[in-house]
């Protein structure tokens, strides 16, 4: 079965520098997406990036980008210039390309000090 | 602005009431999940749905949660008779194929 793992519990990071959020998973399969997602306070879950595993080139988007170890089935998160707003749980998830359900990390806290 | 549409925001209930959680998943989406988001637990897949066909309910109590799609635009989520451990956010959420799926904004539901 295949399983994500968070081992940051919570992360602190001051505004404006740069942090990074770790996620490792267990799959024996070839064809699958990992996504991250943020939680606000508001709860509302937001898609902040996706990787497809074929996709050697790690996805960006904005201050936001991903170094993607396939081998090494890592899945890692960089917040670059960090920002109050960018405080939220970070949830990394997997999903395999024949389900479709999401196998969901434990999350990690991020704070961003003033 | 296309967005999965969640009501009620929220809900408290007395014990042994019935509740019922509406969802409007993102007009041609084909697939509908219910999640519950507890301190404790996480977040826990309770059902989905593709093209309105349950495909996965086992991580509902089946004693006395019930999910259906009566239409396309319509995914409802009913727990009867609710209990105090049933307090959480349920959320909705909805996809394409193998994308991603995205989120409503939840209920939270008290029991009390």
């Known amino acids: 079965a295949q399983t994500v793992t968070q081992s940051q519990p919570e992360m602190s990071v001051q505004e404006a520098e740069t942090v990074t959020l770790s996620c490792t998973y267990d799959t024996s399969e070839s064809d699958y997406y990992l996504f991250w997602y943020k939680q606000p306070p508001s709860r509302q879950m937001i898609l902040v990036i996706r990787?497809?595993?074929?996709k050697q080139q790690n996805a960006t988007e904005n201050r936001f980008s991903v170094n993607f170890q396939k081998a090494a089935k890592s899945f890692s998160l960089k917040i670059s210039d960090s920002q109050l707003g960018d405080a939220a749980m970070y949830f990394c998830a997997y999903r395999s390309g024949s389900n479709y359900q999401l196998i969901w990390g434990a999350g990690t806290k991020l704070i961003i000090k003033p | 602005d296309a967005r999965v549409t969640q009501t009620p925001r929220h809900k408290v209930t007395e014990m042994g009431q019935e509740v019922t959680m509406r969802c409007q998943p993102i007009?041609?989406?084909?697939?509908v999940f219910w999640y519950r988001q507890t301190m404790m637990q996480g977040l826990e897949l309770l059902a989905y749905?593709?093209?309105?066909?349950?495909?996965?309910d086992s991580g509902m109590p089946k004693d006395r949660f019930s999910a259906e799609m009566p239409d396309a635009t319509l995914a409802t989520l009913k727990i009867q008779p609710s209990e105090p451990r049933d307090s959480a956010v349920y959320f909705c959420?909805?996809?394409?194929?193998?994308?991603?799926?995205?989120f409503g904004q939840g209920t939270r539901l008290t029991v009390v």
């Open positions: 959420a909805s996809g394409l194929g193998r994308g991603e799926a995205f």
């Open positions: 007009l041609g989406h084909n697939t």
């Open positions: 990787q497809e595993a074929y």
């Open positions: 749905f593709r093209n309105r066909a349950p495909l996965d």
